[in-house]
Structure formats: structure tokens, C-alpha cells
């Protein structure tokens, strides 16, 4: 097949935040000379800073931008991550763990859940985190690396992530995207230039012009501008799908403070009576936030229940960021594709958002063009990443709708709201029988759904039939040597803080 287009070179990507310097990062352990990449970014307008936790998918990242465990650690003030506590959200006074990885361990025919299910009813079952190796290690406080050779234990695939410190993350992505020959133009894009010659590359950007008069040209460009949407919202026009009425929190206060011993390694969400908090410990500090609806809840009030709920004293000002929950109607659109929070935003309650960036920049250098750019290639990248932001709305909708809470308008008013399609029929059969669904675009598997829906108090009707091919005496010995076996594995492990100290310990800040 003949292809008579220009061969397609330069690489430019607008704006240095974690979604511009980690696409750098993958880009450049990918692309080699003749390609170039080059990044503007502008460090009077800054990054936004916020963005600590991650999910276990962020090893595929690491991997894919040769990034080393220790090291990145180390830099990042960075800890580990086996899941996130929430308190508050169903009832307040109630608290649950979604803990990464597997519930349980399979036996045939059915899930493992299906028996927990069962025993529940008959009151023989332990708590659903006795089965959770990720949320007994981080109850206990501990953590180790998995352990693969151990086939048959938990600790073979014992599921993590990190918190980190984004502005160090940036900074990490930034000093390894150099030294593979990126480069970095400092300044800010004060105009965005478009190719008006007619053609097939009409209408593409052909250029941006830097407040210094330079013009940076290029062939692709990655708006990684974040809200500013400087390419594809600004220059482009591509559309905006609103979805507040889902998603009803639009504003947070960030504000760092105090380390609190011990150093935990997981987060914690905690509901408020208009949003929540989130808590984020890293080696150096604690990141805290409180994500609110401002039709709900004033922005003085939202910043004293903030204050009021740290468990250290506060290490600087408390910080304002407005957000609008949705997605760009199409990420890619002619040479621009739109990567981080100018491609959407879904609010940080399960830490998804740099995992969308990570997905973005890995699912264009899979379909990354010769040269030309073909409609059909531009439609599949878009609907994969359509699907991947609604699957991640529609789980962290079920956190907001699936509440029992009595204390005011807002939980009222999600716990009443009509639900996406996928996620009511969803709840319906596992309020039916159980069974979770799996869909091959979800993020989160079914575990997850599990630990959401159970903690938040949906209950199944019933077990499936098949649970009772198992001997009930047969079942509570299976689950008691599932849990046995899993307390005997957090007792190995090391305390989470003496773990760091001897893997990744970061410099004293
Ligand atoms: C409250 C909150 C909490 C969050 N928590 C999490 C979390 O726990 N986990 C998670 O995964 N994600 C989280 N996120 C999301 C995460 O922070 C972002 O997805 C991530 O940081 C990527 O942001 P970005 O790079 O798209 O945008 P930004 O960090 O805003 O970067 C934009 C870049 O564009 C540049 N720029 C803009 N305009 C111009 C211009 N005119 N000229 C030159 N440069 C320009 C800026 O200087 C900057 O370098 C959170 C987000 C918010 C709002």
C-alpha cells in the first residue's frame, strides 16, 4: 500500500503536568531519532499539583516508560497504596475497604463471593476483608512487595499502587523525558496556529506560538494543557459532555499537612455532608482535600470542614480548585489528541485520572500513524477512550448513589438520581443474585464492584444455585482456609514504614 502523506516526525505536546511529562516519558522510551518530541509548558501558569494516588494499573505505566520502582519512589516521597478506606458513606458512623486485587480465592463453579454470600446469611462467615489479603495488610499496617513464586499463596499477586508527591512526579518524568531528548521550551502558547491551505491537513494545527514571539511546528501535537483545553477545546472547538448531573461535586480545597505516625498505606475517603476528604499519606507529608458541590455547601464552609478534619496541623494555605466532571466529546480530533484533564475529568474519588492519562498516551502509541491521519484509526482510539471514561464515571456514580445517608439535600439527591444505563443494570443483578459483570473496557474488575456494592449495603436477594454443589461444612472450612491462610501472610509482612525505610527511603524535606 502506498502511502503518499507526509511522514508524520515531530511530536509537540502543550503543557508539562503529570499528563504532558508522562507522555513524554512513554513517547520517549518509544520513539527514537529521526522522531522529535518537544514539550512547552509554562511555569508561571503551573500544574495543578494535586493527583497523589494511583490504582495497581500504574505499574503497566512504569513499565511502558522504563521507569525503576526504588528510584521513582524515592524521588516522589512516594508510599504504597493496597486500597482505600471509606468511612461515612453509606451511614455515617459506617466504614468499608475496597482493597486492590483479588476477593477470596476461585472455586469452581461459582464466584467466591457466592459462597461469602451464603455463609453471611447463615452468620458463618468472617467480614469480607478477612478475604482481602490488600485490605488485612493495610488494616494491619503492612506492606512487601508480591511475592510470584509463592504460586499458590497471596502473596504471589498481592495487588498495589503508590502515593506520591505530583509536583516531584512531574519533576522525575521531566528530569527522564530530557535525558532521552525531549525538549522543553519554557513559556506560555499565546496563539494556536491552524493550517489553512486546502488539503487533507486543513484545519490541523500547524504551529504554536510561544509569548516570545518563537513558533513551536509539529506534526502531532498532545494538548496536555489541562483545563485550559488550549488545542482541542480553544482552537479545535471540540465539545464538552457535561456530566454534573451525575457528578455534582465541582470544587475542592487541597492543603498538605503534618505526617502522623503510623505511615499508612492506604487512603481514606471520608464523607461530608456536601462531598468528602480525601487523606494521602506520603513519606513527607500528608495530601488532604475536600472535593464539594458549591450549590451544596460554601466555599468558607468547605474550607473549615477541611481544616477541622485534618489530623495534623495544616502545613500551608488551603488551596481552591474548580472542576467540571465530563469528557471532551472526541480526545482525538484531526492532528490533535487531547491527553490528562483537557481529555475530561472524573472526580479523584478512586484515583483514576492519571491512569486515563497513562491509557491515552498507550493507546496512541498503539495506533501511532505513518503519516496522514485515518479517520478509521482516530474513531477506534476515540470510542476506546469513550468507553474507558464512562466505566470509570459509572463507578464512582455508584459511590454517590448507593447511600443511606439522613443528613441533608446532597445524598439525598444522589441516592434518588436516575443512573447511567450500565451501572442500574448493573446494581439489578447483583441486587438479583449477586453476579457481577464483567465488561472488557472496565478498570475496575469485579472484586471492586463487589467491595463498593457490599460496603455501601446492596444486598442480594439470594445466592446462585450452584454455591450449594458445596457441602455447607466444606464451605466454611474452605473459607476458614482462605482466611487463615491470608492472616498468616500479613503476619510476615513488615511494618509499611520499616518496608520503605529499607526500599525507598527519600531525601528528609
Ligand atoms: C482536586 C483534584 C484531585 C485529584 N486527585 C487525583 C488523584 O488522587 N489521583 C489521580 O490519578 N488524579 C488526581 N487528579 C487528577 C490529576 O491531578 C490530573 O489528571 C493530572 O495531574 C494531570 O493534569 P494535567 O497534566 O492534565 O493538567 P495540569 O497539571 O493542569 O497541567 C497543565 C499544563 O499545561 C500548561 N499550560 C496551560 N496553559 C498554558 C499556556 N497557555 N502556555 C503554556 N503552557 C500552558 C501548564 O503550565 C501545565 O504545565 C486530581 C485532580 C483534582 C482537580
Known amino acids: 500500500m502506498e502511502n ?4 508524520l516526525r515531530r511530536v509537540v505536546i502543550v503543557g508539562g503536568g503529570a499528563a504532558g511529562w508522562m507522555s513524554a516519558a512513554a513517547l520517549s522510551a518509544v520513539l527514537k531519532p529521526p522522531y522529535e518530541i518537544r514539550l512547552v509548558e509554562s511555569e508561571e501558569i503551573g500544574i495543578i499539583g494535586v493527583g497523589e494516588a494511583t490504582i495497581p494499573l500504574i505499574k503497566m505505566f512504569n513499565g511502558l516508560a522504563q521507569l525503576d520502582e526504588a528510584t521513582f519512589l524515592k524521588a516522589t516521597q512516594g508510599t504504597f497504596k493496597l486500597g482505600i478506606e471509606f468511612v461515612n458513606w453509606g451511614r455515617v458512623g459506617e466504614r468499608y475497604f475496597h482493597g486492590f486485587g483479588r476477593v477470596g480465592k476461585p472455586l469452581w463453579p461459582v464466584d467466591f463471593t457466592q459462597y461469602w454470600l451464603r455463609l453471611r446469611a447463615l452468620g458463618r462467615a468472617e467480614p469480607i476483608d478477612a478475604y482481602v489479603v490488600s485490605s488485612m495488610a493495610a488494616k494491619a499496617n503492612r506492606f512487601m ?9 497471596p502473596l504471589a499477586d498481592l495487588a498495589y499502587a503508590y502515593h506520591f508527591d505530583a509536583s516531584l512526579y512531574a519533576r522525575h518524568l521531566r528530569a527522564l523525558s ?7 521550551t519554557e513559556g506560555k502558547v499565546v496563539r494556536v496556529l491552524l493550517d489553512e491551505a486546502p488539503g487533507p491537513t486543513h484545519g490541523h494545527v500547524r504551529a504554536v506560538q510561544m509569548e516570545s514571539g518563537e513558533m513551536v511546528e509539529g506534526d502531532l501535537f498532545l494538548d496536555c494543557s ?8 480553544k482552537a479545535l472547538g471540540v465539545g464538552f459532555e457535561d456530566w454534573s448531573h451525575w457528578l455534582p461535586c465541582d470544587r475542592a480545597w487541597a492543603v498538605p499537612s503534618e505526617s502522623t505516625k503510623p505511615l ?9 455532608s456536601a462531598g468528602w476528604q480525601w487523606r494521602i499519606p506520603l513519606q ?8 464539594y458541590s458549591s450549590q ?29 466532571t465530563g469528557m471532551r466529546k472526541d480526545a482525538w480530533t484531526r492532528n490533535v489528541v487531547a491527553i490528562g484533564m483537557s481529555a475530561g475529568f472524573v472526580e479523584p474519588l478512586e484515583s483514576t485520572a492519571l491512569h486515563l492519562v497513562q491509557m491515552g498516551v498507550a493507546g496512541l502509541i498503539e495506533a501511532f500513524p505513518h503519516s496522514g491521519f485515518d479517520p478509521v484509526e482516530i474513531a477506534e482510539y476515540n470510542r476506546q477512550s469513550r468507553q474507558r471514561y464512562e466505566s470509570v464515571r459509572d463507578f464512582i456514580v455508584l459511590h454517590y448513589h448507593l447511600n443511606q445517608r439522613e443528613d441533608g439535600g446532597f445524598w439525598q439527591a444522589c441516592a434518588n438520581m436516575a443512573v447511567p444505563e450500565g451501572l442500574r443494570w448493573r446494581m439489578a443483578l447483583y441486587a438479583a443474585s449477586g453476579r457481577l459483570v464483567y465488561v472488557d473496557t472496565d478498570l475496575f474488575r469485579e472484586p471492586s464492584w463487589f467491595e463498593v456494592m457490599e460496603g455501601q449495603n446492596l444486598r442480594p436477594k439470594r445466592w446462585l444455585a450452584l454455591t450449594e454443589l458445596q457441602g455447607l461444612e466444606d464451605t466454611v472450612n474452605y473459607l476458614k482456609g482462605v482466611s487463615d491462610t491470608i492472616a498468616n501472610c500479613v503476619s510476615v509482612m513488615p511494618e ?12 528528609k524535606m
Request: net charge positive; with cysteine.
Open 284 to 291: 513527607h507529608r500528608v495530601g488532604n482535600g475536600h472535593v
Open 226 to 233: 489541562g483545563f485550559a483545553g488550549l488545542l482541542a477545546d
Open 264 to 272: 499508612l498505606p492506604y487512603t481514606r475517603s471520608t464523607a461530608h
Open 178 to 184: 530530557e535525558r532521552r531528548g525531549v525538549r522543553r
Open 496 to 507: 509499611h514504614s520499616e518496608f520503605i525505610r529499607h526500599y525507598c527511603q527519600a531525601p
Open 4 to 7: 503518499t502523506a507526509k511522514p
Open 296 to 324: 451544596h455547601m460554601s466555599d468558607d464552609e468547605a474550607a473549615a470542614v477541611l481544616l477541622r478534619n485534618l489530623d495534623a496541623p495544616a502545613l500551608a494555605d488551603p488551596r481552591l480548585i474548580r472542576f467540571k
Open 145 to 153: 512487595l508480591p511475592k510470584p513464586e509463592m504460586q499458590n499463596s
